[in-house]
């Protein structure tokens, strides 16, 4: 539990200002999602359902597997990661309830090459942040990791000493491919993606050129940040860190690796604060709409918010139920969000310069698909332009129950801060 605790408490501390020039795109700015590289990779991957059309992966982190009927209740698809395992009876009980798991590839592990269960390999956690200076022989050892590290001996560092260097990742990323081929491995990193100046990374804050060299080390990347449970008012309610991060990691990865994202919904370890519904859909709907391939929803509670809850979403009903209802969705949708994304297909200008409203444009079964969201806390009116479309038209406001008119192509809409609206325009006839 130690180990677990560390690990999380590293995962909430997040903030700060985002760098000017990786800010959400201009307004009017058209479509910022997926490029569909990703989805292409995954179908190489025999032991995984990522290449499926269909799937789209909804899952959650550390989870007790005698909860798995639960999650999947509410539309979890897929577990990340088993506390001190696997073992046998974790695969066993992931066996019975049918709920695959990405999980690490120990002895265990080994054994169970061939059961579809295992989806994925889990790479490790947060290399990235600095990490127990116990985890270090010597100084040399950092030395050789990190050459340019303070030259001091190791009671110097204090309780921390550098992140794990990224030649480790990838000396180890390719001893799991060579122990199994046939399933992606997929590396977890820190806050510092989206926050660059984030201390908990050590004396490499602020290295954003160390990213890429990660991202070498894994098939699917992803990252963590939490800005609604956040204690630093400089970065405390902007959701828009959160698809800051995925937009870094397609960038750094070059649209050639799975990029997914970790979801705030508990306290975590702030007692004073925790993402409304209304926010985790924001937070969702951000990273779709900026190219995530998969959502990791984070649900521990921590003592310092009261008490240690492991599976906090479960006991929190309105949650639960809003998490349920997003992931419905997202389920529904999933073959439209595993379809080439349709570049330059649409256009959105905002009335707010300061409320960019982004989207992300796919065509299906005659369909077209616009997921918008306005990516700042303020109000503004969004002014819709399809790309071909001619004559009358109606676009349907999926979700709620309302339908707008679309003449040429064109629509608009109401936004609020952070909502999320999305539109289905049928072919025309």
């Known amino acids: 539990m130690a180990r677990l605790v560390a690990v999380v408490a590293a995962m909430v501390a997040v903030g700060a200002l985002m760098a000017a020039q990786e800010s959400s795109p201009p307004v009017g700015a058209a479509q910022v999602g997926a490029t569909g590289e990703g989805p292409k990779a995954a179908r190489i991957w025999k032991n995984s359902p990522l290449g499926d059309p269909n799937f789209f992966p909804l899952t959650v982190w550390l989870q007790d597997p005698k909860k798995a009927d639960q999650y999947r209740a509410i539309g979890i698809n897929m577990y990340i990661g088993i506390w001190q395992g696997p073992k046998e009876q974790d695969l066993a009980e992931f066996k019975k309830a049918g709920m695959p798991v990405i999980c690490d590839q120990n002895q265990v592990a080994l054994r169970h090459l061939a059961d579809p269960i295992i989806v994925g390999w889990m790479h490790g956690d947060e290399p990235d942040n600095a990490q127990d200076i116990k985890a270090w022989k010597s100084a040399e050892e950092i030395k050789r990791a990190w050459p340019d590290a303070p030259n001091q001996p190791l009671e110097k560092w204090g309780t921390y000493g550098p992140p794990i260097p990224p030649s480790r990742i990838i000396a180890d990323y390719q001893r799991i ?38 991202v070498k080390g894994c098939d699917l990347v992803s990252f963590d940040i939490y800005p609604v449970v956040h204690d ?41 604060a925790k993402a409304t519904p209304y926010q985790v859909r924001a937070e969702i709907w951000m990273s779709l709409i900026h190219g995530s391939r998969g959502l990791i929803y984070f649900v521990h509670q921590f003592e310092d918010a009261g008490k240690f809850i492991e599976a906090a979403l479960l006991e929190d009903q309105e949650m639960s139920a809003a998490v349920g209802r997003i992931n419905r969705q997202i389920t529904e949708l ?10 330059d297909a649409a256009a959105v200008a905002s009335s707010g310069a300061d409320v960019p409203i982004d989207i992300l444009v796919k065509k299906h079964g005659g369909a077209t698909y616009i997921f918008a969201v306005a990516m700042r806390d303020g109000a503004a009116k969004a002014s819709f332009s399809v790309k071909g479309l001619a004559g009358k038209a109606v676009a349907e406001v999926l979700g709620e129950n309302r339908k707008l008119d679309v003449a040429d192509g064109e629509f608009a809409d109401n936004f609020k801060g952070y909502e999320v609206h999305l539109y289905k325009i049928a072919a025309t006839k």
């Open 177 to 214: 491919k060579q122990n199994d081929p046939t399933r992606p491995v997929m590396l977890n990193l820190g806050q510092g993606v989206a926050y660059e100046k984030y201390n908990g990374r050590g004396y490499r804050a602020g290295h954003l050129e160390d990213y890429p060299e990660y």
């Open 334 to 343: 999933a073959p439209v969000l595993n379809s080439p994304t349709l570049k």
């Open 232 to 272: 630093k008012p400089e970065v405390r309610g902007k959701l828009e860190m959160v698809p800051l991060g995925v937009d870094r990691l397609r960038k750094w990865s070059q649209d050639k690796k799975l990029v997914w994202n970790c979801i705030e919904c508990t306290h975590i370890s702030n007692p004073r």
